[in-house]
Each structure stands twice: as C-alpha cells, then as structure tokens.
C-alpha cells in the first residue's frame, strides 16, 4: 500500500479503485470488493481480509474464511461506523492459533484511526488501541502489517502524524493484556513533512523480529528495521533504485538468518521493476528476480507480498504490465535455495486493456498450501480475488 503524502486520508480510501469479473469460488460483498492480507493456523482454516463498498458509498471491512472446501463471509465490526462518509479497512491479520487472530488496519469517521480486531474463535470483536496521532479530523494513524509469535506476543506497525505534520513510524506491541506504543526510528525525519512508513512486519521470536518500508526524501527509499527485545533499530540495505526510488510492501522471516523482503524499484529509463532482498545473518542482500513487465519506459513489475516456510522455500506474488494501457497481470515467484524463478499464474482479471488481476498478499500455511488474495477489476467492477497453491499449480479453487 502506498500513502500518498499531502493526502491525509488517502491511505483509507485507496482501495476504491475500479475492477474486474468473478474468480472461482471466492465471495465478494459489493462489486467494488478488496482483499489486502491472509493468515493461516493450518491450511483447511484460513482468513482473508480487506474492504468493499457499497453503492451508498462508505467502506466496510470484510473477513472471509476458509474451511478447507470454501470460502464464507463472516460477520465482522465496522469501528468507523456505516455512514456514506465513514470507511473501514483492514490490510494485514495474523493468527498464533485458530482461535486467536488479530486483523489491523484503519477507519475514519472524523480523522484516520488505528484499527485493532480479534478473533477469540467464535466472534470478532474491537481491540483498545493507541492512536498516537490523536483523534482529530486532520490526524492519521493506520496500521499495515501485524505478526504474532504467539498469543501473548503480537507486533502492529503502520504509520501516524506527528506534531509537525511528519509522517511517522508506528510500532503497537501486544504483551496478552494490552496494545501499547514502542519508540521506533525515523530515517526520514521527523520535521515538517518529513515521511516514513512501516508496511509489513515478521517475526521470528520474541526477540527477533524485522519491518520493512520506505522514506522520502528526493525520492522513495527502502527501509528496514531489527527488534532484537529490546528496541527497533535502522538496520543498513541496498537501494537498488538509486535515485529514483525503492520501496518496500512485505518481509518474511523464519530463522534468525533468513528474511526475505519485498517490493518495487524504478529505474532511469522510467520502468518499476520487482525487487527481492534476503538476510542471512549478517547483512541484506539484494536478489535477482524475474522482471515480466519487462524494462521498458512505461514497463512495470510489482511485488506486493511474500511468505516463506523455509530458509529456501519462498513464495513472492504481484502483478506486472507490459506497457502504460496493458492489463495489469498477476505474477508468483518462488524461491528454492538458489534463486528465484517465475511459475505461471491464472488470470481471471482478462488480459485486456483495461483489465487487472492483482495479488496483494500471501501465506503459505506449508510448502504445499499457500493463499494469495487481492483483486481482480475491468474499469467497472472490482471484485476479490483469491489464489491457491496446491503444490503443483496456483488456481482459483
């Protein structure tokens, strides 16, 4: 997701784009429906979440789950309320166990607001969270990644402003009681207009854990941060975009040598092409990866999402297009311990002008069971999608 600085509230309305045609079996509330993140306790008992909006206007946040067989929509809160003028949106959930999941992400009934729901196994319900940046009209808090390693120990990261109108770095921890605020670093900045954003976050142990995002200064640059128990700390990476910008949407960790993030950079000739980096225990290292939007002016390839089971098995999807009017198309790239390499993908979205299907979030619940969710849109209609690894092919059953 990418907060558009000098728009505020951008952050919780950028999901009403335009969309697409139906996908498999998935459900979707409205046709201007949104699938952001995905989180598996076992692979017959997963969760997706995200947004939808009616034709009375607002947003609402939407929770799907997966039995094993199929999708159902399940009752979930609306903390922003359900007016025309108020929205709710989830962009990220993570589950210890299949009675205890946390889904975050923001609503606005009056100023942007961090956003906290649980589930206990029966029931949704609204967290008590801090909102670092107030509650006024002119405020935004959000949250854009969470991860638990157990039930007692959760980590939600986001941004908020600050008293100069900065953007900054949020980090909430969860000790099994309450949602407190933890100091973290701002490479960016924190005078006026200064930016920093926190967009995905993994954890390996209480004491190991890694967030990735990205700055602005001259242009957008790639940010990485460790908790190592004690406190959050800027760690250095590779900024393969130089000048012209690297951002990353999503990091995944499962040992204390092996991380993998990623995201998107540009180049001088004006093509954004997918960007992958890893950790092995002492420093991040920058991948290569397919690029199938190819390197083009006006050529584009996007990462939005990754999961890992494994120091070698990884699964990175997004969407590319070959061109400025192509269709937005989806992409998966797996990572086997040696490099990464493109597997084909259903595009249910058409491939059109016009026409998009694109994947924003992954889990991989084993190397043989992974989700993928996002949307698939034609200018008319967005619609969610839902992808599945069955361990020979991606499908959307």
């Not at 949104?34 to 009616?54: H, I, R």
């Not at 800027?234 to 000048?243: C, H, I």
């Not at 190819?294 to 990175?316: K, M, P």
């Amino acid at each position: 997701m990418r907060l558009i600085r000098g728009s505020a509230l951008a952050a919780v309305s950028v999901f009403w784009l335009s969309a697409a045609s139906a996908t498999g079996t998935v459900p979707s509330p409205s046709d201007n429906s949104l699938l952001k993140g995905a989180a598996c306790a076992k692979p017959s008992n997963c969760w997706a979440v995200g947004s939808f909006q009616t034709t009375t206007g607002g947003g609402f946040n939407q929770a799907l789950r997966w039995n094993g067989k199929h999708w159902t929509q399940a009752k979930i809160p609306q903390p922003g309320g359900k007016l025309s003028t108020e929205t709710n949106a989830l962009y990220a959930i993570s589950c210890p166990a299949g009675s205890d999941c946390w889904a975050v992400g923001s609503y606005n009934n009056g100023g942007a607001k961090n956003e906290v729901l649980h589930w206990n196994g029966k029931r949704w319900s609204s967290a008590k969270v801090p909102q670092p940046a107030g509650h006024g009209s002119g405020a935004v808090n959000l949250l854009d990644g969470v991860a638990c390693t157990s039930r007692s120990d959760c980590w939600a990261v986001g941004v908020f402003t600050g008293r100069s109108a900065a953007f900054l770095n949020e980090t909430l921890h969860w000790n099994g009681t309450r949602w407190s605020q933890v100091s973290a670093p701002n490479p960016g900045g924190t005078g006026t207009d200064a930016f920093n954003i926190l967009e995905g976050v993994s954890c390996v142990s209480p004491s190991d854990c890694w967030a990735a995002g990205d700055i602005e200064t001259s242009a957008y640059f790639n940010v990485v941060l460790h908790w190592n128990g004690n406190r959050w700390a800027q760690t250095k990476v590779p900024q393969p975009g130089r000048s012209w910008g690297s951002n990353l949407t999503s990091i995944s960790c499962t040992s204390a040598s092996a991380c993998f993030a990623v995201g998107e950079f540009n180049t001088s000739g004006g093509a954004t092409l997918n960007e992958a980096l890893s950790w092995h225990g002492k420093k991040w290292v920058r991948d290569r990866t397919p690029q199938p939007g190819g390197s083009a002016s006006n050529h584009q390839s996007h990462l939005t999402g990754v999961s890992c089971t494994s120091n070698t098995r990884c699964w990175a999807l997004g969407y590319f297009a070959r061109g400025s009017s192509a269709a937005n198309l989806s992409e998966a790239l797996r990572f086997t311990g040696e490099k990464w390499r493109r597997v084909k993908t259903p595009q249910p979205g058409g491939r059109d002008t016009g026409d998009n299907t694109e994947p924003m979030g992954v889990y991989c619940a084993s190397a043989f069971a992974c989700r993928a969710v996002g949307m698939v849109g034609n200018g008319t209609t967005l619609l969610n999608l839902a992808l599945r690894w069955n361990g020979k092919d991606w499908t959307t059953k």
